[in-house]
């Protein structure tokens, strides 16, 4: 316990509200280090985090700077990962490894989950969580995020899987690690872009207070895992699921073409599906996840809420 206290650093915001077991939300850091350009990147993370604030809860975006695990980053710590050119991406096989090196790193979705339990942070915001990729049942490429939520305490909003993934195998896959999928306010998986996907969620909640409730009776069960609640974009930003799907595919073809694979495909599809979109893909994607922030600071405060029993 003090060796892998050394190696985690909390800022004093998050330190004092977590004490206090007040509301605290985290945020992943490779939207800011591989999922945008500069200098939207820095733009959004600064404003998932007042948007956090506006909602009663305290922001913990988490990242690992020179070996250290930081949760609470400093507005120069976020300008460094949005500026630097050789951020690592970590996600469980990684974190022991930047970590010792005292390498700087952006933490993934399941590397997020991760650090924030290991602080002690019961609930995420992020984008889209990582899946099962086109064509896996080949290639077996399958995102390390899902698994992670098969075993790790955190519950994780976000605006379904990515877009470019094979969404009926990534819903297959949580059933097998049993991870419940909540739709807030839908009956059906949001489609990252595009607010349906004509696949059906497990169960439909309304309110933040009810997913709050969930996320209390887990923790008393002692049944173990995470809880993925997805929330449709906003209406208004919703893009084309056509639309979206062409561009997928153009993507891919490309990426097969150059050899792009692994840790590199997510980002090139992302980089080239913005291009294809004219930017739309960016813009959406800058909104859903300001709006995933929102929610997830809702159920942060009414979590904090909730009577011990």
Do not use: W
Not at 104 to 117: E, K, P, Q, R, Y
Request: hydrophobic share 45%.
């Amino acid at each position: 316990m003090k060796n892998r206290d050394s190696s985690i650093e909390i800022s004093p915001e998050v330190k004092k509200a977590l004490k206090n077991s007040a509301p605290v939300v985290a945020l992943e850091s490779t939207i800011i280090s591989h999922g945008m350009p500069y200098p939207q990147n820095i733009e959004t993370a600064l404003s998932l985090e007042r948007t956090i604030r506006e909602k009663g809860a305290t922001p913990a975006t988490i990242a690992v700077i020179e070996g250290k695990i930081k949760i609470g980053l400093s507005e120069k710590e976020i300008d460094l990962l949005a500026r630097a050119k050789d951020v690592r991406k970590a996600s469980r096989r990684d974190l022991p490894v930047v970590v010792a090196s005292k390498l700087n790193a952006a933490t993934t979705v399941a590397g997020t989950m991760i650090c924030a339990s290991l602080a002690g942070i019961p609930i995420f915001a992020t984008g889209g969580i990582g899946g099962v990729h086109r064509g896996a049942e080949t290639s077996f490429d399958i995102s390390a995020d899902l698994q992670e939520l098969g075993r790790t305490g955190v519950t994780v909003v976000c605006a379904g899987a990515k877009a470019i993934l094979d969404l009926p195998l990534t819903l297959e896959y949580l059933e097998t690690m049993g991870v419940p999928v909540i739709g807030y306010r839908t009956d059906e998986f949001p489609a990252f872009y595009s607010r349906s996907s004509g696949l059906a969620v497990d169960y439909r909640l309304d309110e933040a207070g009810a997913i709050a409730r969930v996320m209390a009776s887990k923790k008393e069960l002692e049944i173990g895992g995470g809880i993925l609640v997805t929330n449709p974009i906003p209406e208004e930003f919703s893009m084309e699921r056509a639309k979206i799907d062409r561009a997928v595919e153009a993507a891919l073809i490309e990426a097969r073409r150059n050899g792009i694979a692994g840790k590199e495909l997510t980002p090139f599809l992302l980089d080239k599906i913005k291009e294809l979109t004219g930017g739309e893909s960016l813009s959406a994607n800058i909104e859903l996840v300001r709006s995933n922030a929102a929610l997830a600071a809702e159920i942060a405060v009414a979590y904090s809420q909730v009577p011990a029993r």
